[in-house]
């Protein structure tokens, strides 16, 4: 089956630091990547998306590069700010038939960015 | 931001209870899905819609039930509930004609006692 795996936190930076995550994946056919971002005490938010090999996601700053031949999605940014401190979460997606995409998540890995 | 409203946003019942919880969108997306969160887990589909009145099931969907009535609301009910359903619970949305982008309702911390 599917499944992702990520690195454990807690991750602590000052900011201004240069940020990874690692993110491997384990998958059939040819899923979609995503990171997607918790803040306190909120649902989760989209950060960024790639659909195909070597694609690379970006916003916000953060950048991740769709690997294939690694089976990798890590996610980076540069300089972290404080207002980054949250839980990252990797996920993939899988066809369920028709039109319907499952996603399966990694565990979430909490950045706390500190001034 | 999607417009995705759960409620209660907290609720605190006892073991044994019937406990329903649900979810409200004014997207008009036709995907419904209830997630529960839990510390180590990440997130777990319990269960998903794929429009009104079609259910499935997730891979932690024991315990709970669904009902879609209207394209806009999405119930989630705990018959008997349990300390092991004690979790964030989170509903989303996806649209077609892909559903993998999927948009996050604010959650339900629900403690079972």
């Known amino acids: 089956g599917n499944s992702v795996t990520q690195m454990e936190g807690p991750v602590t930076l000052s900011e201004e630091a240069f940020l990874t995550i690692n993110c491997t994946y384990t998958a059939t056919g040819y899923p979609s990547l995503f990171w997607y971002v918790q803040y306190p005490g909120e649902g989760l938010q989209l950060l960024l998306k790639?659909?195909?090999?070597?694609d690379k996601g970006s916003n916000k700053g953060f950048e991740a590069t769709y690997r294939k031949e690694t089976t990798s999605f890590h996610l980076e940014k540069g300089s972290v700010q404080v207002s980054d401190s949250a839980v990252y979460f990797c996920?993939?997606?899988?066809?369920?038939?028709?039109?319907?995409?499952?996603?399966?998540f990694g565990k979430g890995t909490l950045l706390t960015v500190n001034p | 931001d999607a417009g995705i409203t759960q409620s209660p946003r907290h609720k605190v019942t006892e073991t044994g209870t019937p406990v329903t919880l649900r979810c409200h969108q004014t997207?008009?997306?036709?995907?419904m899905y209830w997630y529960r969160q839990d510390p180590g887990h990440g997130l777990r589909l319990i269960h998903y819609?794929?429009?009104?009145?079609?259910?499935d099931k997730g891979e932690v969907s024991d315990g709970y039930s669904v009902s879609r009535s209207k394209t806009e609301d999405f119930l989630l009910t705990l018959e008997s509930a349990t300390s092991s359903q004690t979790s964030v619970y989170f509903c989303?949305?996806?649209?077609?004609?892909?559903?993998?982008?999927?948009?996050f309702g604010p959650g339900t911390r629900l403690t079972v006692l």
């Open positions: 989303a949305i996806g649209q077609v004609p892909r559903t993998d982008t999927q948009y």
């Open positions: 819609s794929y429009g009104v009145k079609d259910t």
């Open positions: 996920a993939l997606s899988s066809d369920s038939g028709g039109s319907n995409y499952k996603l399966t």
């Open positions: 790639a659909t195909k090999a070597d």
């Open positions: 997207e008009n997306h036709r995907y």
